[in-house]
């Protein structure tokens, strides 16, 4: 490449370091880390170090949506803190079937329901998910079981029956239901599976259980209007193109 004489280029050790965040609206496809991927690489191009530091703040599963915090440099610090924040769903249950994987991406299980519940019955069961309860993981999860990630067992033809844990919902309200297809809207904590809520609802009800859309619209004070499309950012890109991230909790 050819450089004005006495100019220099910048090496990674001089370049500033960065420190911002996105607010991404996942496409169904990709994983998260997939998303930091290709962030990563637009930054490369743009000047930022080979190592540039970019991971987020909560997993979305290939087959979900919506909000994802994908933190920048020194913003990777807020990882915990940022996970630790209230989050909200837009999801749909369908009552039909259940799957080895909860949702959509697995086996299914057609379920023989003589007589679907009314509203009545749906409503009467949704309290019961509200709150602190105790709730058992997918087996198709990223939860280590002796230090391997219990999907990689699942996959193997070995499922783990993982252990119930204490989580937290804040609130559930029903947005429409017409049998099988039942659209809830969550609010809820950390470490909540959206997965294994359709499956222990279906299981309340009697009748199949599984996760056929999910939607994040809200990972504490960033919500689906703050989001841009991987497409609509820049190929190449800067610390312009990062949000600043939030203020210390203490200022």
């Given at each position: 490449?050819?450089?004005?004489?006495?100019?220099?280029?910048?090496?990674?050790?001089?370049?500033?370091?960065?420190?911002g965040?996105?607010?991404?609206?996942?496409?169904i496809?990709p994983?998260?880390?997939?998303?930091?991927a290709?962030?990563?690489?637009?930054?490369r191009?743009?000047?930022?170090?080979k190592?540039v530091?970019?991971?987020?703040?909560?997993?979305?599963?290939p087959?979900?949506?919506?909000?994802?915090v994908?933190?920048?440099?020194k913003?990777?610090?807020?990882?915990?803190?940022?996970?630790?924040?209230?989050?909200?769903?837009?999801t749909?249950?369908?009552?039909s079937?259940?799957?080895?994987?909860?949702?959509?991406?697995g086996?299914?299980?057609?379920?023989?329901?003589?007589?679907?519940p009314?509203r009545e019955?749906?409503?009467a069961?949704?309290?019961?998910?509200?709150?602190?309860?105790?709730?058992?993981?997918?087996a198709?999860s990223?939860?280590?079981?002796?230090g391997?990630a219990?999907y990689k067992?699942?996959?193997?033809?070995k499922?783990?029956?993982l252990?119930p844990?204490p989580?937290t919902?804040?609130?559930?309200?029903?947005?429409s239901?017409?049998f099988p297809q039942?659209?809830?809207?969550?609010d809820?904590g950390?470490?909540v599976?959206i997965?294994?809520l359709?499956?222990?609802?279906?299981?309340?009800?009697?009748?199949?259980g599984?996760?056929?859309?999910?939607?994040?619209?809200?990972?504490g004070?960033y919500?689906?209007?703050?989001?841009?499309?991987?497409d609509?950012?820049p190929?190449?890109m800067s610390?312009?193109?990062l949000m600043p991230?939030?203020p210390p909790e203490?200022s």
């Open positions: 490449m050819n450089q004005l004489p006495g100019a220099s280029i910048p090496s990674e050790e001089q370049a500033p370091p960065l420190n965040i996105l607010i991404i609206d996942k496409p496809g994983t998260s880390m997939d998303i930091c290709r962030v990563r690489s637009r930054l191009r743009g000047g930022a170090p190592r530091k970019v991971g987020h703040a909560g997993t979305l599963d087959l979900a949506t919506g909000v994802l994908v933190l920048v440099g913003a990777t610090r807020l990882c915990d803190r940022l996970m630790a924040t209230r989050k909200g769903y837009l749909t249950v369908d009552l079937c259940f799957s080895t994987t909860d949702d959509a991406e086996e299914r299980t057609i379920v023989e329901i003589t007589s679907p009314t019955a749906v409503d069961a949704i309290p019961a998910f509200i709150g602190t309860i105790m709730q058992a993981p997918p198709f990223a939860i280590k079981v002796g391997r219990a067992d699942a996959r193997a033809g499922p783990l029956s252990p844990r989580i919902i804040n609130n559930i309200r029903v947005v239901y017409a039942l659209t809830l809207e969550i809820c950390k470490g599976y997965r294994s359709a499956r222990d609802l279906g299981r309340m009800l009697r009748t199949g599984m996760l056929s859309a999910l939607r994040r619209t809200r990972v004070e919500t689906l209007d703050h989001s841009r499309t991987m609509s950012l190929d190449s610390q312009s193109d991230p939030p203490n």
